[in-house]
């Protein structure tokens, strides 16, 4: 009896031991379910969603290294400044896309953030574009409107602005408002600030903007539209109008023309009295390209720009693809100047023409 009682407690005792350290026992989580980035392919290649929303953004944007030599086109000098026939630029630019559908339609945030070092010299960054769209509306710093509603004079062009046209050089705080209509006509509304350029502040001193309208048509043939603007410190206007034609699948050509109201000949000599919308000398100014595909990798392009005080720029280059995202595009430039241009050539460089050149080795991603 004894041995019974005494089999049964130390059963008790194991039962009771084991229930205990079973209580105490660790229990490991099962690990939670990993939120994979998702495509998102309602913009268009590149998009993904930000984990946890149904905002997409893309990140994108280029490293490129342009060495120059020769002459300015610009002015006649030394393209390196001083007695430098050379010159070297590394940019990187980066861009942030990002997007969401709302009740008022897609709400758009972009910014193109840029760094660059120019012959040994940290430039920094700057924001080259950052705004905000909905529903039509456009708010923020983006390259004038005079100049990238119609398209920029030489899209492949490295030193498309030689006679300035509005280039993507400028920028401006603006709000604008675009209708898109179905049949591939928009017409824009827009006031900018304007901003400092090449050492003459175009920005507005009050409150009265400057203004600009503008209406284009696409179509499968190509592109005519036309803009004007109202100078707002200067009381002038500036008009401009473009037509692009696609020639063939591997051929096409453009022609634009500019005229500015008042244009003072002498605003070259003193700085003053200029026309934010009528960046050229004179009264009227215009411009032509074309690009031509040689091969799958390879496109020709060109470009003949003519101002009233009469300067001439033409530019030639060959865009070569060497692999897919890395471009490589030699580019010869030469400038006949005319009018003031002309005098400050001859006096300061001692010539009325000027001829350089220009690499560009780019990587897109």
Do not use: L, N
């Given at each position: 009896m004894a041995v019974r009682t005494l089999l049964f407690s130390s059963v008790a005792t194991i039962i009771t031991t084991s229930a205990a350290y079973a209580a105490d026992a660790v229990v490991v989580a099962e690990p939670e379910p990993v939120e994979y980035v998702r495509v998102c392919d309602a913009y268009g290649k590149g998009f993904f969603y930000l984990p946890g929303t149904e905002t997409c953004l893309k990140v994108n944007g280029y490293l490129r290294v342009d060495v120059a030599g020769g002459d300015d086109?610009?002015?006649?000098?030394?393209i390196g400044g001083d007695?430098?026939?050379w010159y070297a630029r590394t940019r990187a630019e980066i861009r942030f896309d990002a997007?969401?559908?709302?009740?008022l339609g897609t709400l758009r945030s972009f910014a193109d953030t840029r760094f660059q070092f120019t012959n040994g010299s940290?430039?920094?960054?700057s924001l080259h574009q950052g705004y905000i769209e909905l529903g039509g509306f456009q708010i923020g710093v983006n390259d004038v409107l005079f100049g990238s509603w119609l398209g920029y004079a030489?899209?492949?062009i490295i030193q498309d602005d030689v006679i300035q046209y509005g280039s993507d050089s400028l920028s401006s705080n603006?709000?604008?408002?675009?209708?898109?209509g179905g049949n591939g006509f928009s017409a824009i509304v827009a006031a900018e600030q304007g901003e400092e350029f090449n050492g003459y502040d175009y920005v507005i001193d009050d409150y009265m903007p400057h203004v600009l309208a503008g209406v284009k048509l696409q179509q499968g043939w190509g592109q005519i539209g036309a803009v004007v603007g109202y100078d707002s410190v200067q009381d002038d206007v500036g008009v401009k109008a473009r037509l692009d034609v696609s020639l063939t699948d591997s051929i096409s050509a453009w022609i634009m023309a500019g005229y500015q109201s008042d244009y003072d000949s002498d605003s070259f000599n003193t700085n003053q009295n200029r026309n934010w919308y009528g960046l050229w000398e004179g009264d009227w100014a215009g411009w032509g390209g074309f690009a031509v595909k040689v091969t799958e990798k390879a496109t020709i392009n060109g470009q003949a720009a003519y101002e009233e005080q009469g300067t001439w720029a033409l530019a030639l280059n060959v865009n070569y693809e060497l692999v897919p995202g890395f471009i490589i595009r030699p580019e010869i430039d030469y400038t006949k100047f005319g009018g003031a241009r002309k005098e400050q050539a001859e006096s300061e460089f001692g010539d009325d023409d000027a001829i350089g050149g220009i690499v560009r080795f780019q990587r897109n991603f």
């Open positions: 086109p610009y002015t006649g000098g030394h007695d430098d026939t997007r969401s559908e709302t009740e940290d430039g920094g960054a030489g899209e492949a603006q709000v604008s408002y675009t209708f898109k």
